[in-house]
């Protein structure tokens, strides 16, 4: 990055395409963690360049934690614990057995079409395995299920 000031070129790169995902992800009606793994990976340090963790330094885990604290208090705002006791089974279900099957898709398909090692694959999977509901609220707000899943 030849830039004067990584940093702040760094933070303006994320926000902004950041901004431009969600709002383009509202737009064609996908979720919007579809386009910002996407603009990630692309805007990265393997890719483009563009944005560049490594300018934060040991601030990052805690910018990190700061997120994570916003997004989990958003989603305990809109958490319903009535409605969770009304589909308790199928809640069960979806963080045992379809995270099970998820993260072993996730792995399988990483290893053969990303050509990952199989550790390496398995730690993708993981890492790609959703059951928070700060994440699964919004899938479901965009697919058409029966209300009680």
Known sequence: MNHEFPLLSTIVWAVGIGLLA???????RIPAIVLLLF???????????????SVFGGGLPILVKLAVAVILFEGALNLRLSALKICASEIRNLVTVGVLISWRLTSILAHYIARLEWSLAILFGALMTVTGPTVVQPLLKRII?????
């Open 22 to 28: 969600q709002v383009l992800a509202h737009r064609w």
């Open 145 to 149: 299920i029966p209300r009680r899943i």
């Open 39 to 53: 603009s990630g990976i692309v805007l990265g340090p393997d890719v483009l360049g563009m944005v560049t963790p």
